[in-house]
């Protein structure tokens, strides 16, 4: 009946009732059409989202249509592809397909539809479950546009991603990394430069995203190598070819910064991955400069930087061990700047408690290179320097000795190579001596690096150690090759001794005591009696700068070549001396007085060498301000002054002409640092006569390049010396006349009795342990005189000398006994010695435990010495 809907078979309710929201149900096929209706029947309705055509038309003719309709929908809905009519239908697509199809225009230079993509976005939001098909079909669109080379279409894909990425939540976002990691190896495959380019940047910003889900089964593996390759990029348009780099770069530098705070993510620290990124990163920085902010360069400092510094303890290892074989392989340590730049930024960027690990693997690598050319171990030495100098506290680490245990061994074996020619066993590999000493001069200031970073303490500990590094002979003989012999131990025992001229200048202590102690004093002043000058010049240069603690060395040097020196611009202390230094004194001041007097009589000694020795005088004068110093010090410069115009001496006339020298220059600097002004008028009138007639006995004439010497033998005139009388005059009645007296006794050092110069006499003799307790009593005939047991008694029994000559002659004939006579006579006489002394100690035994005499004048029966007794044997039940 017209104005009523015709039958036709209904889709089912609960297929209607199970769309997805925002999916209509399809549209009718051609050729079927519905009337137009004013309104529907009573308690009928049309499912969500259907309208009805205006159009009716009849369906008789239509009987398998509903039915095909159907399972056209139901094939669409299950991803199938129909097989029906409804199959080219975009109608019929799933919503998600159609919000990604409406993000692409028509043409592709208008760029994302930001409206349709505001809907994509807000649908993904809403609907998080769906993000896995969306990310797969945005994938797939990438892939068709990139094969049919629609780049245009594939920059609009890739956007979409992004934002997609960036809106999402982080539960969410690993249903699209997948699909988006595999859209980004398609790019980063292509052949076109400008497609690595957007997929590295895309990469970079998902790099930057948190997220808080853990993923399992994620691999940047091919991200390592394809950034890494680009980062070797070479193409013809430098451009481009600066522009790929850097895009390598920036995708290193994301995907640390991705995986190296997941603990879950691929380990970035193994070694793979570290021999693929470092070297990378190195090319770039070795072959471009810092021209912009863009450069590789600079993008290359930055990302290297940000790796080191993500560093832990336990891959700094695999961190510079690629940089230690790039710098192998490309031959980079004889340039040494690259070399060097490199370690800088590894020791800015470490944590500063791990840089003792980079010297550790640079002390391991100098010695897996020992066998390779100089200039190769003196570029890691160099860097070894340079890094020890940046990290001022901490770079040694807990093994302090054995880094310069490693660096003392590379100087023996260069002093070795050296002497043969030849840095390697087969003889083949040549070495010049130029270049080994190129290597030794930086072994010796890498040491001073190291010594500069560490403790005070720490610094007495290594200068002991490499004392008992150097080769003394007759003693260490087996130190260095056993092919160096004299000559290699005379070489070794320099390179030794710079090293601890370089640890003795940061040494910076206020007790002389732990600077100097008898360990480290005793074998350092043996070296000054070597017939070396070169030993000698730098023994003097040690203690100096050992003892001056003001740093005043410098200043005091000029004091040496000229007797015009102004005092005020010397550091001075105020106060006395302290107790350590007045025990230093005691203990060592004459042992050093003995040393300086005996370096003078060195015929070998040149113009350094005096200098050495008025500066170390001046250095000891000023430190240790005390009256009793100075008047030793005049003593000792007396002494040298007879030195000077003694004719037993085999000095030549410069040697004689430098003592002189000293002598004016030490006495007009102490003139001026307290004693009384007679002094200084002496001492003035004395230099202003050799001025006017004997100035080859000043500094100033004699230290030049070109001094003036008298012909024939030096003749000193008695106006031209250092009066002993004027000077004792001058003290008089100064707070130095107490020590005045000690002028009677001339300075003479003794060669094996110098300890006993230093002890003075003590206040009153030992008493004598025999009391009379009663005088009456004391009848001579009864009681012989008791020998009294004092403190000369004591040293008579061990010592039995007379005068210094007859001393003197004594010790001749005994060095030439040793040195000749046989051993059987040797044994003897000490036999000899030995019983005499015995003999003698016994003898003040009895003394000692002698009784008193009693009150009745009988003297009691002697009893038995406690030591005399003879006691049972100890029986133990």
Not at 242 to 267: F, H, M, S, Y
Not at 333 to 344: D, K, L, M, N, T
Not at 406 to 414: F, G, K, M, N, P
Not at 518 to 528: A, D, I, V, Y
């Amino acid at each position: 009946m017209p104005g009523t809907l015709p039958r036709f078979p209904s889709m089912p309710s609960s297929f209607l009732s199970s769309l997805p929201q925002g999916i209509n149900p399809p549209s009718l096929p051609r050729g079927i059409s519905l009337p137009s209706l004013p309104s529907l029947p009573r308690g009928m309705s049309l499912p969500r989202g259907m309208s009805l055509p205006r159009a009716a038309v009849a369906m008789s003719t239509v009987t398998e249509a509903p039915r095909r309709l159907l399972q056209d929908c139901c094939s669409v809905l299950d991803h199938q592809t129909p097989g029906g009519l409804c199959g080219c239908c975009w109608a019929l697509r799933p919503r998600y397909k159609r919000l990604v199809d409406n993000i692409f225009p028509e043409d592709p230079e208008d760029g994302l539809v930001k409206a349709n993509m505001e809907k994509l976005t807000f649908f993904a939001l809403s609907a998080p479950e769906k993000l896995d098909r969306i990310a797969a079909y945005l994938s797939e669109r990438l892939t068709r546009e990139l094969n049919r080379h629609r780049y245009g279409y594939v920059c609009i894909a890739m956007e979409a991603m992004e934002q997609l990425l960036l809106a999402c939540h982080c539960q969410s976002i690993n249903l699209l990394v997948e699909s988006f990691l595999s859209t980004l190896r398609l790019l980063l495959e292509a052949e076109k430069p400008h497609l690595h380019i957007l997929a590295t940047n895309s990469f970079v910003k998902f790099a930057n995203i948190e997220e808080d889900t853990p993923s399992y089964h994620r691999s940047y593996d091919f991200f390592v190598s394809r950034f890494s390759e680009m980062c070797h990029t070479e193409h013809e348009d430098t451009d481009i070819q600066n522009k790929i780099r850097v895009a390598g770069i920036r995708g290193l530098q994301g995907v640390v910064r991705k995986t190296v705070d997941d603990e879950l993510q691929v380990n970035i620290w193994e070694p793979r991955h570290m021999e693929q990124i470092v070297p990378a990163l190195l090319v770039n920085l070795q072959q471009h400069t810092h021209t912009n902010s863009e450069s590789p360069a600079e993008q290359t400092e930055v990302c290297f930087r940000e790796l080191l510094g993500r560093a832990a303890y336990g891959h700094i290892t695999n961190a510079v061990r690629p940089v230690l074989m790039h710098l192998d392989s490309h031959s980079l340590w004889e340039g040494r700047s690259f070399a060097v730049q490199c370690f800088q930024i590894i020791m800015y960027s470490i944590q500063p408690q791990h840089s003792h690990l980079v010297i550790q693997q640079l002390l391991g690598h100098l010695d897996a290179n020992s066998r390779t050319p100089a200039s190769v171990r003196a570029g890691i030495v160099e860097v070894l320097s340079e890094a020890a100098a940046i990290e001022a506290t901490g770079s040694v680490g807990p093994t302090v000795l054995e880094v310069f245990n490693t660096l003392l061994r590379q100087l023996r074996q260069s002093v070795d190579y050296q002497l043969t020619g030849y840095y390697d066993d087969d003889g083949k590999q040549e070495t010049t001596s130029s270049e080994e000493k190129t290597l030794q001069d930086a072994v010796i200031k890498t040491i001073g690096s190291f010594a500069n970073t560490l403790p005070v303490y720490q610094r007495s500990e290594v200068m002991l150690f490499i004392m008992g590094r150097i080769p003394v002979p007759g003693m260490y003989p087996a130190l260095g090759s056993p092919n160096a012999g004299f000559e290699g131990s005379r070489m070794i025992q320099v390179m030794l001794l710079k090293s601890l001229l370089q640890v003795s200048e940061c040494y910076d202590s206020s007790n002389l005591l732990t600077a100097l102690p008898s360990s480290f004093l005793e074998p350092l002043l043996s070296f000054t009696l070597m017939e070396d000058p070169e030993i000698r010049l730098l023994v003097l240069s040690i203690l100096t700068s050992l003892i001056d603690r003001r740093h005043n060395a410098p200043r005091l040097s000029a004091a040496a070549a000229s007797v015009t020196f102004d005092v005020s611009v010397l550091q001075r202390k105020e106060d006395r001396c302290s107790r350590q230094d007045n025990l230093f004194i005691r203990k060592h001041a004459q042992r050093l007085y003995r040393h300086i007097y005996l370096t003078c009589k060195e015929e070998s000694s040149g113009r350094s060498h005096y200098q050495a020795l008025c500066a170390l005088l001046a250095v000891v004068c000023v430190e240790l301000t005390n009256e009793e110093v100075t008047v030793d010090l005049i003593r000792l410069v007396l002494a040298l002054q007879e030195l000077a115009l003694s004719n037993q001496e085999c000095l030549s006339v410069f040697n004689r002409c430098g003592v002189h020298a000293v002598c004016a220059a030490f006495l007009l600097l102490l003139s001026q640092l307290g004693p009384p002004p007679p002094l200084h008028q002496h001492v003035t009138q004395v230099i202003e006569s050799r001025q006017s007639s004997a100035p080859h006995l000043l500094p100033q004439d004699l230290f030049c390049d070109k001094p003036r010497l008298p012909e024939g033998q030096l003749k000193v005139d008695e106006d031209f010396l250092f009066a002993q009388s004027k000077i004792c005059e001058a003290l008089t009645g100064s707070s130095y006349s107490a020590h005045a007296e000690r002028f009677n006794t001339p300075y003479t050092p003794q060669i094996t009795d110098e300890d006993r110069l230093s002890k003075r006499k003590s206040i009153g003799d030992v008493i004598s342990l025999q009391i009379d307790m009663d005088p009456e009593y004391c009848d001579t005939e009864q009681k012989p005189q008791t020998e009294q047991i004092t403190f000369e008694t004591l040293k008579n029994a061990i010592e039995d000398r007379g005068s210094v000559a007859e001393d003197e002659r004594r010790r001749m004939q005994v060095v030439e006994k040793f040195q000749t006579a046989p051993f059987e006579e040797i044994a003897a006489h000490c036999g000899a010695r030995t019983s005499l002394l015995q003999s003698k100690l016994d003898h003040i035994f009895d003394l000692i435990i002698r009784p008193p005499p009693s009150p009745s004048g009988h003297s009691p029966p002697r009893s038995t010495p406690l030591y005399e007794m003879k006691f049972p044997d100890l029986c133990v039940y």
